[in-house]
């Protein structure tokens, strides 16, 4: 696991789209690029990326963002994204991407770490009911 270099570009934009793929949706090119230098930048309210690698060939990715919660003092961790290639799914890397989100979570002082996932998303979901605890919760979207 490393964090995510400007060279990563390409791999990384392959990755994304596969991942907005398996959720049935697009984005615009021009959001490629942005949300890309969100991830190199800074500012503490952008997302960061880690790319998960094999023999030096990046095979996942994930982004995650620290904000703040009414609910508590410190900070909690949002995991917007997480995706592995088809051909390593079930070695390992899922559980490694997260797990580094946990360790970067420990080391910004933020105790919570949340993610949401789509209820067919079965294989993943597996995955989270070892290394998670699913809430009640249900979300919306603004119509």
């Not at 963002?65 to 390992?92: I, M």
């Not at 420990?106 to 070892?130: C, H, I, K």
Request: charged share 25%.
């Amino acid at each position: 696991m490393r964090p995510l270099r400007a060279s990563d570009k390409d791999q990384w934009a392959r990755m994304w789209k596969a991942y907005l793929a398996f959720y049935e949706t697009t984005r615009p090119p021009e959001l490629y690029d942005l949300y890309f230098q969100r991830l190199l930048g800074d500012d503490p309210q952008d997302y960061n990326g880690l790319i998960a690698e094999i023999d030096g060939a990046p095979v996942g990715l994930t982004h995650y963002l620290f904000h703040r919660h009414g609910w508590s003092v410190e900070n909690t961790c949002y995991l917007q994204d997480l995706y592995a290639d088809p051909q390593v799914r079930g070695k390992g890397v899922g559980r490694a991407l997260i797990e580094a989100v946990y360790d970067a979570a420990d080391a910004a002082g933020a105790p919570s770490v949340y993610w949401l996932t789509q209820d067919f998303n079965e294989t993943a979901r597996r995955l989270y009911d070892r290394i998670g605890i699913q809430t009640p919760f249900i979300k919306y979207n603004r119509r």
